[in-house]
């Protein structure tokens, strides 16, 4: 995941973007397969799909930019590896650019199966229990599995959805570090983007039932943002009270990151730290 001297911000940016944008169409999408169609059988096979398509991004984008694709990780890189600070607001803005493109493109692959899946479960969309239809795109806690949060059996508060997001970007965010660490004997650059991938498909199989597992800002609230103006409106906002979108999906992966690269700092002191 190192970066090209020669490389611009702006090539850089349009790495981020298109990087985002594949990780969130292939992840994204794989959730709108299972939810609409029930292609996917099991967790397991959702939490591959994103693996994967998180690996081969890293591949496709990592020696130009980086292959940050998550703020969360950006701004964890500019605390605990030099990344420049002028390169932050860049990143993130071209990350949340294309989570956003992915969120559209997958409404209109998708939209004639989203309209039959709303109609058959009788789902009216912006209304309460339109979530169930909203989680192809964003994530809420705990996982609708296609159907209203109100029939959930085993509801979850917000403190726990927090402490989940916390936990699994520290978890993330330390395994990036580590296998980037060029002091760390273990890591080769060829093999990085295959453990961060097996790491995120770990993660959502054990954390996406209680709360979709995002540790992303970009892929939830870039297309939350697609879903309220295509239709679902503030719901996406609301259905898990009125701070939940911010405090369990922005707020806790930045917190992760963070702790995340202070575990790894102390885990490899010897490595520079910005």
Known sequence: MDQFSTV??????????????????FGCGSVCAAVLTGAQVGLFQVAIVWGIGIALTIKLTGGISGAHLNPAVTLGFATWRKFPRHKILPYIIAQF??????????????GDTLAAFETTH?????????????????????????????????????WRAMLVEICGTAVLMLVILGVTNPSNRGATTSHAPWAIGLTITVLISLFSPLTMAGFNPAR??????????????????????STGWFTVYVLSPVIGAQLGGLLHHRLAPGYERK
């Open 97 to 110: 650019l294309g989570a956003m493109l992915a969120a559209i493109l997958l409404l209109v692959l998708f």
């Open 122 to 158: 009788d789902i009216i969309r912006g209304h309460p229990g339109s979530e169930a239809s909203a989680m192809i795109l964003t994530e809420f806690f705990p996982n609708p599995g296609g159907t209203p949060l109100r029939d959930h059996p085993a509801p979850i508060v917000e």
């Open 220 to 241: 939830d609230l870039g297309p939350r943002i697609i879903a309220a103006i295509a239709g679902w409106g503030p719901e996406v906002f609301r259905a898990n009270g």
């Open 8 to 25: 611009t911000l702006r090539q850089a940016c349009t790495a981020e973007l298109v990087g985002t944008f594949l990780l969130v169409l």
